[in-house]
Nanobody, 126 residues
């Protein structure tokens, strides 16, 4: 059974940093993408950052330069390092896994990802 468990969320002041973790179990990360999405209150879920099994990353334009995604295969963990947090960074952050590249696919489409965690909340305030 595949399980994704996020942690590391919390409250932080604007301009601060947080590092989210996603512990993955029951899943072999191979030739696919994993990534982070977020959903702000009253908003649709949006893609934040993705990484493939070769370590190549794709970062959404609105967080580029502030957020980085990485993996630790020994710990079976996906990370999202966030810095320069803004009020609009407030959201529930979800990790997702097993997006298989194919003709016509879109790396930022949540429909491409088969497995999801329950999310961790990030709240940014002044």
């Amino acid at each position: 059974q595949v399980k994704l468990e996020e942690s590391g969320g919390g409250s932080v002041q604007a301009g601060g940093s947080l590092k989210l973790s996603c512990l993955v179990s029951g899943y072999t990360y191979s030739r696919s993408y994993m990534g982070w999405f977020r959903q702000a209150p009253g908003q649709q879920r949006e893609a934040v950052a993705m990484v493939d099994s070769d370590g190549h990353t794709t970062i959404a334009d609105n967080v580029k330069g502030r957020f980085t995604i990485s993996t630790d295969s020994e710990k079976n963990t996906l990370y999202l390092q966030m810095s320069g947090l803004k009020l609009e960074s407030t959201a529930m952050y979800y990790c997702a896994a097993d997006a298989q590249p194919k003709e016509g696919w879109r790396v930022f489409s949540e429909n491409e990802y088969k497995f999801w965690g329950m999310g961790t909340t990030v709240t940014v305030s002044y």
